[in-house]
């Protein structure tokens, strides 16, 4: 059975890649503000693991709301990047790419703490899964770390420092801006991983 993985090129996708090293993965550039950092990423990734990767693009940036899309946030907005309806339309771009693959699992790095926002919990991929298992190619959503924190992942992976280095996790530009929660978040589990200042 060919399995993918929806690899954004930050550090849980990574680190999911790493330890699962799926057929295909996908990267999709939705018109995101850190589109290309996150192609660039993902790109160096799977040359090193050999996966084949595939670039989805569909400009729905006039969607976007919050700092991924260079907007104020919702009123809706459980967190500043939350862009609505995103989870459920990167997994559907991706599943489209996927199907013409032959793939009949795609595998989402969602981890313990996306439970911020309603599509980043388990009850999201359980339905999501129902809901593309219901038509043509019935294919099969997973979230294999979804109980996991990002350390716990990284750990579990075994992915390497040279690897993860290379990881682009900001939600606001192609290089790293250092204030974003995505750079936050990913200097504070480096930290924790014991790899200080890197």
Known sequence: MSTALLLSGGMDS???????????????????LPAEGEIRAAAALC???SIIHRIVRADCSELGT??????????????????????????????????SDGVKELMVGAIRSDNRHAD???EFFENISRLMQLQEGSLYISAPAIGLSAVELVKASGIPF???AWCHSCHVASYACGQCRGCTKHAETMKELGYGDY
């Open 14 to 32: 990574a680190a999911l890649a790493y330890w699962k090293i799926p057929q295909y993965a996908y990267t999709i550039d939705y018109g995101q």
């Open 47 to 49: 040359k090193s693991l």
């Open 66 to 99: 919050g700092d991924m899309a260079g907007r104020p946030p919702s009123e809706l907005a459980p967190v500043s990047e939350w862009w609505p309806f995103r989870n459920q339309l990167i997994i559907t771009l991706a599943g489209v790419s996927a199907l």
């Open 120 to 122: 980043g919990r388990p």
């Open 162 to 164: 040279t690897l993860l």
